[in-house]
């Protein structure tokens, strides 16, 4: 299994433009969330979806950000328009409705906005 | 809002050493979960506890949840270098959905 495939692993935007980021959770798993992580707030919670349907997104900072998951493959998280504080490392992970099972994370994206 | 604090928040001891990390929090979880961080890379989990009082060993690692699952502690014996990482636990809501909430971490470093 390849695991959770994030992309791009970097991305470096000028402040106002429209970030994409893209996940593809593992095939079989019927969670998906969506965390970001900065030194000052730690790893946190922004949407998380089961069987492609949003079901909590409290986390989201503000409207500047949405998710979508038009299939069980596929997922995406953008940001429009992009602001210096959004810099952070973004995670996407993908677990079963398991007690003992624990979420997958992917490799993360790493966002800078100049 | 349910938080999970983590202590110590850094940590750096020589190889051999045994050290205890903690994660604390008012709420009740239903179950928690402990995770290494690699730098680059994303957390990797480590083991889930469940049950109030429950211990688990794995190798040199000893996890204990709460007997009130409102805590748990890590703690490692011997510590060698490739223990060095970001340790973070996470506590399941018990509000229904499936979410787990993430502490604030413990960086270790294990010098040779």
């Known amino acids: 299994d390849a695991g959770v495939i994030q992309s791009p692993r970097h991305e470096v935007t000028e402040m106002g433009q429209e970030v994409t980021l893209r996940c593809k959770p593992i095939s079989g798993h019927d969670y998906l969330f969506w965390y970001r992580q900065t030194m000052m707030r730690g790893l946190e919670l922004l949407i998380y979806?089961?069987?492609?349907?949003?079901?909590?997104d409290s986390g989201m900072p503000e409207d500047r950000f949405s998710a979508k998951m038009p299939n069980a493959s596929f997922s995406t998280l953008k940001i429009q328009p992009s602001e210096p504080r959004d810099s952070a490392v973004y995670f996407c992970a993908s677990s079963w409705d398991r007690v003992s099972r624990g979420y997958t994370f992917g490799s993360g994206t790493r966002l800078t906005v100049v | 809002t349910q938080l999970l604090e983590q202590s110590p928040q850094f940590l750096s001891i020589q190889e051999g050493e045994n050290l205890t990390v903690y994660c604390n929090s008012s709420?009740?979880?239903?179950?928690l979960q402990w995770y290494r961080q690699e730098p680059g890379e994303g957390p990797v989990l480590l083991v889930t506890v469940v049950t109030g009082g429950e211990v688990k060993k794995l190798k040199r690692l000893t996890f204990q949840f709460g007997d009130a699952r409102k805590d748990s502690s890590l703690h490692i014996t011997a510590a060698q270098p490739g223990d060095t990482g970001l340790y973070l636990c996470?506590?399941?809501?018990?509000?229904?959905?499936?979410?787990?909430?993430f502490g604030t971490g413990t960086r270790l470093k294990v010098l040779a």
């Open positions: 996470a506590g399941r809501t018990t509000s229904g959905t499936y979410k787990y909430i």
């Open positions: 979806f089961n069987n492609n349907v949003p079901i909590d």
């Open positions: 709420s009740v979880f239903s179950s």
